[in-house]
């Protein structure tokens, strides 16, 4: 079994998917990890060096890739509901679950990070609104299943989770 989690940067997809990880017995992967790793470089020298559009390419492939694997909890990173031939692969593993949040819950968990390339504009704050809007019909679209974390723990997000993973298998 699989799980997917897909969703904007800060929702908590990390954070959740570790702990479905533990819970669950499943390995935890996270598609930018796996890019970095393949790629020997950090996203933000993918993004500077190569481009956006590249890195998309790349992760639609780490996507094909993993249709050869089983057993893990799987982070996206926010952009990759976006392509219908993602969605079509992220399906294929699994149930895809978006979890939200509030564009002012976001920006709190991301301001002081510095490893987003999308988020360092001069007005962050209004770019996560603008970015949001624009992918939030995207999002719901993939999603078989949504979570809104603005006032949950990822403790009480996983929990949930798997509360309707035993829901709808009973
Ligand atoms: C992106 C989100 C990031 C990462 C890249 C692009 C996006 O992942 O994939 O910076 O387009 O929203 P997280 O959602 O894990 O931060």
Do not use: C
């Not at 590249?54 to 996206?76: A, C, K």
């Amino acid at each position: 079994m699989n799980i997917v989690l897909i969703g904007f940067m800060g929702v908590g997809k990390s954070a959740v998917g570790h702990l479905l990880a533990s819970e669950l017995k499943l390995n935890f992967l996270d598609t930018d990890e796996l890019i970095e790793k393949t790629e020997g470089r950090s996203l933000s020298e993918i993004f500077k060096a190569s481009g956006e559009a590249y890195f998309r390419q790349v992760e639609t492939e780490t996507l094909r890739t993993l249709q050869d694997y089983d057993n893990f909890v799987l982070s996206t990173g926010g952009g990759m509901a976006l392509k219908e031939e993602n969605v079509s692969l992220l399906k294929s593993l699994g149930p895809v679950i978006l979890l939200k949040a509030e564009p002012d819950v976001v920006f709190e968990r991301v301001k002081n990070e510095k490893h987003r390339p999308l988020l360092e504009v001069a007005d962050p704050k209004a770019e996560i609104v603008k970015i949001l809007e624009f992918r939030e019909p995207f999002y719901d679209k993939a999603a078989d299943h949504v979570v809104d974390t603005s006032k949950m723990s990822p403790e009480e997000t996983a929990k949930e989770i798997i509360q309707w993973l035993r829901s709808k298998s009973s």
